[in-house]
């Protein structure tokens, strides 16, 4: 049986360049493109054929397909995941933000996570004969991202990390339990914590977004 791969990319040039790395595999594989997240959920979620994919190479930017709220490669991936966990997924991805990259990690927990600086014909093809066989690959960029800033002493759980990603996008203070299930007083608590973490004895919003830029976490 061959190995049964999509690839989703909105450049056709990319998609190609997998598919004509993949060619060189010593195994049979038969490839499908999607080069539009419309046509990739289309594709996995309303065809019978979705329940022999085998693996997914998934571009993590891409533009949204609004009808289905999904807004990038990482929307879709959480998707997969839920309904074919038995599904390898390689997200590959132009940049790094670690806090974003964590959460991947944490949430969706794919098989691969590449950052395009670090492919080669060569890396790729090493990669991708690691995840079929059973492995976990991050590419040397996501592994400093990762294990770097935030498996070091400043880590920041979940909650704290979307409280500093809604104070960066200029949400008061006073409006975090809009978006969060924390009270306002549960809010001013964790953000003296992220202080503590960040080593901000006096400051304003403004000092950790700046702190937490330096660190890499926005």
């Not at 979620?45 to 993590?60: E, M, R």
């Not at 996570?113 to 492995?135: Q, V």
């Not at 935030?150 to 200029?170: A, E, P």
């Not at 202080?195 to 937490?212: P, Y």
Request: with cysteine.
């Amino acid at each position: 049986m061959p190995l049964k791969i999509l690839l989703v990319d909105d450049h056709v040039m990319i998609t190609d360049f997998y598919k004509m790395a993949l060619a060189d595999l010593e195994i049979k594989t038969k490839i499908s493109t999607a080069n539009s997240l419309e046509t990739a959920y289309n594709f996995i979620f309303t065809q019978t054929k979705t329940q022999s994919i085998d693996i997914i190479i998934l571009d993590l930017s891409m533009p949204a397909y609004s009808e289905e709220n999904i807004n990038s490669g990482e929307d879709l991936a959480k998707l997969i995941r839920i309904k074919y966990p038995e599904i390898k997924i390689i997200i590959v991805t132009g940049y790094c933000e670690t806090i974003r990259l964590y959460n991947i990690r944490q949430n969706i927990y794919p098989e691969g996570i590449l950052e395009k600086c670090d492919i080669d014909y060569d890396i790729f093809i090493s990669a991708f004969n690691k995840i079929i066989n059973g492995e976990i690959y991050r590419s040397e960029t996501v592994k400093k991202n990762i294990s770097d800033k935030l498996n070091d002493d400043i880590y920041l759980d979940n909650t704290n990390r979307q409280i500093v990603k809604l104070i960066s996008q200029g949400i008061k203070t006073k409006n975090i339990p809009t978006y969060l299930p924390i009270t306002l007083s549960g809010i001013k608590k964790r953000k003296l914590k992220i202080k503590q973490l960040l080593k901000i004895d006096f400051g304003s919003d403004e000092d950790i977004i700046r702190e937490c830029k330096i660190r890499g976490f926005i």
